[in-house]
């Protein structure tokens, strides 16, 4: 069974997925694999640099996040460029990956799965939500800035949005025990080939 877990911007999607690796699903994470693209892949990396300027080239010689997110959070323009450079890239990573998998469930975290039209593609849609006060203050402890975290927003649909598209919601509104154990109860029914009931909430 394949299933792809959304939501927005520091709901817990990470530590949901994270959880379901560690019940024995097979994950993979599209903001990971783009995490790897800009560590590693040579043809990427300059690529980028070529668009957005040698500023954005890390000490490594990968791709500095934090400059690159200064530059295309806040300019719609510039993060479509960043987007066509490596959707294609990571959708297809993706893709090579579900397909090559013989897991009993197979996770695929993709923030922007309603926004790209791609949830067709999977036996089981999730969205995780959780209260804004609460991400708000995930988002600051991590270092995003207001500027950024509303830019990030706007790319994004509301959660309200991505929970009324998706098969399951799952409301991390309550501490990590709360979250494992709603990943616990998911898992079962995944692995009956059974996560599919519509309306209810998870
Ligand atoms: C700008 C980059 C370098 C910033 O990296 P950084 O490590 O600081 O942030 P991170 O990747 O963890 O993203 C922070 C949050 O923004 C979200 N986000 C990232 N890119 C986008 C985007 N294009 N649209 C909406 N949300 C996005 C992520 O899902 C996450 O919730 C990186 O996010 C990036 O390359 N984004 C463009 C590629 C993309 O669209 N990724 C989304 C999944 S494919
Ligand atoms: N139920 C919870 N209780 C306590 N902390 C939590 C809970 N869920 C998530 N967190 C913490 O909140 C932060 C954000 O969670 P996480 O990174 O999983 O979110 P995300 O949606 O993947 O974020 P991003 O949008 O940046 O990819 C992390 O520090 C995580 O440990």
Same mark, same amino acid.
């Given at each position: 069974m394949t299933i792809a877990v959304t939501g927005p911007l520091a709901c817990g999607k990470s530590t949901f997925v994270r959880i379901l690796g560690e019940l024995g699903a097979e994950t993979v994470s599209a903001d990971a694999l783009v995490h790897d693209l800009l560590l590693g892949d040579e043809k990427t990396i300059r690529r980028i640099a070529g668009r &957005? %300027? $040698? *500023?954005?080239? *890390? !000490? !490594? *010689? %990968?791709?500095?996040r934090r400059a690159l997110a200064g530059v295309v959070f806040g300019d719609p323009e510039a993060l479509k460029d960043l987007e066509d450079i490596l959707h294609p890239l990571v959708r297809e990573e993706t893709d090579r990956r579900v397909s090559a998998s013989d897991a009993e469930v197979f996770v695929a975290e993709i923030p922007l799965l309603f926004e790209g039209e791609r949830? *067709?593609? &999977? $036996?089981l849609t999730v969205a995780v939500t959780a209260p804004e006060e609460r991400r708000r203050a995930w988002a600051a402890e991590r270092g995003m800035g207001e500027d950024q975290r509303r830019a990030i927003e706007a790319r994004q649909l509301p959660q309200e949005e991505k929970a009324r598209r998706a098969d399951v919601v799952v409301e991390? $509104?309550? $501490?990590l025990d709360k979250l494992r154990g709603q990943a616990e109860g998911l898992f079962e029914r995944f692995r009956g080939g059974n996560g599919r009931r519509e309306g209810e909430e998870g």
């Open positions: &957005f %300027g $040698d *500023g954005v080239r *890390g !000490e !490594e *010689g %990968g791709i500095d949830s *067709g593609q &999977f $036996d991390n $509104d309550g $501490d």
